[in-house]
């Protein structure tokens, strides 16, 4: 990714005030978005560039002043220049969830806890004013494990009957999603910031916020695909979320169909980081995403996505160890 500062960020600079500032380029992520760190004047913030047409700012900062407006810990916006994907934003520092726990393992029960009331917090909260997550939009997603990963391993599966083994087992959390929660979509330990300390964690990556079900985000916090979550804290966080929420005995089977979900479109998703955007880092992380799966695809809720998988995947496919290890197609 190229990490050069853009020619016409220099006068969006100068006209919020930051035109002498040190900048700093950071490594970016699975977008095409570029971070840069400002410095000067014994301050310091962030300079977002979402370039269009690939990227649009204006969902991150309907998010951004939504999460704001209601209390939740979201970069305040000091400019933005939405024509050419400009924004400018608070700085929350280098400090990372996941990083912070590297650092100091023993405090993992206590940052994690804090991040479930995080989500807690916004869920007690109205929806925002996001898109319904439908269940189009949830096979859209699944259908990504067979657009990339299969052809990847050089298989050609019935898409068909994966779309019907989805509708069987989402059909019925449809209707518990209703009137729904805020979700996030990207709540994990490298898009929580500690700066403000453990109780006052800073959010980030959420310009793809949808209306849906409440076990989405606990689903991206606790089946984390860059970093390895003990199932017995797994169990513990759910434990307490139920506790805290009130959440009905349904509640522990979505989270089981919602992780089968979403680990089958992030293997897809970075089969596709990968092949069309030339990202193979992203093959790492596989191992880890299809143990997860494979781990749901046991609940029996998931019974009719599981019958596919046993028809269609073959034993040493399945095998996590040779998800990293055997031959992709290029």
């Known amino acids: 990714m190229d990490l050069t500062l853009p020619a016409s960020a220099e006068p969006f600079l100068a006209a919020a005030g930051w035109g002498s500032a040190a900048i700093e380029p950071l490594p970016g992520d699975a977008s095409s978005r570029r971070y840069f760190r400002l410095r000067g004047a014994g301050k310091s913030a962030m300079l977002m560039h979402a370039p269009p047409p690939a990227e649009d700012p204006e969902p991150f900062l309907r998010a951004a002043r939504w999460l704001d407006a209601n209390g939740l810990r979201a970069p305040h916006i000091f400019a933005e220049d939405i024509a050419n994907g400009f924004v400018l934003l608070q700085d929350f520092g280098e400090v990372r969830m996941r990083e912070y726990l590297d650092a100091w393992p ?164 970075f089969v596709r980081l990968w092949k069309r955007d030339g990202k193979p880092r992203y093959l790492d992380y596989i191992p880890r995403v299809w143990a997860l799966l494979e781990r749901d695809l046991a609940h029996p809720a998931l019974a009719p996505v599981a019958r596919w998988f046993d028809e269609h995947i073959p034993a040493e496919i399945r095998d996590s160890s040779s998800t990293l290890g055997g031959r992709f197609e290029t």
Not at 161 to 186: F, H, I, N
């Open 106 to 269: 023993q405090d993992e029960g206590d940052v994690y806890r804090h991040a479930i009331d995080a989500l807690l917090e916004l869920h007690r909260l109205p929806p925002g004013p996001f898109t319904q997550y439908s269940l189009a939009e949830y096979q859209r997603e699944a259908k990504l494990f067979v657009d990339w990963f299969c052809p990847a391993r050089g298989l050609y599966v019935d898409g068909k009957s994966w779309t019907e083994a989805w509708e069987k087992v989402l059909g019925p959390l449809l209707a518990r999603q209703r009137p729904g929660v805020t979700v996030l979509r990207d709540y994990h330990a490298e898009n929580i910031m500690l700066d403000g300390g453990l109780d006052k964690q800073g959010l980030l990556d959420f310009q793809d916020a949808l209306v849906g079900h409440a076990a989405y985000d606990l689903v991206s916090l606790l089946q984390d695909a860059r970093r390895d979550v003990d199932p017995a804290l797994e169990s513990a966080m759910l434990d307490y979320y139920i506790a805290q929420s009130g959440s009905d005995t349904n509640f522990i089977d979505d989270y089981a169909r919602l992780g089968a979900q979403r680990n089958a479109k992030i293997v897809g998703i």
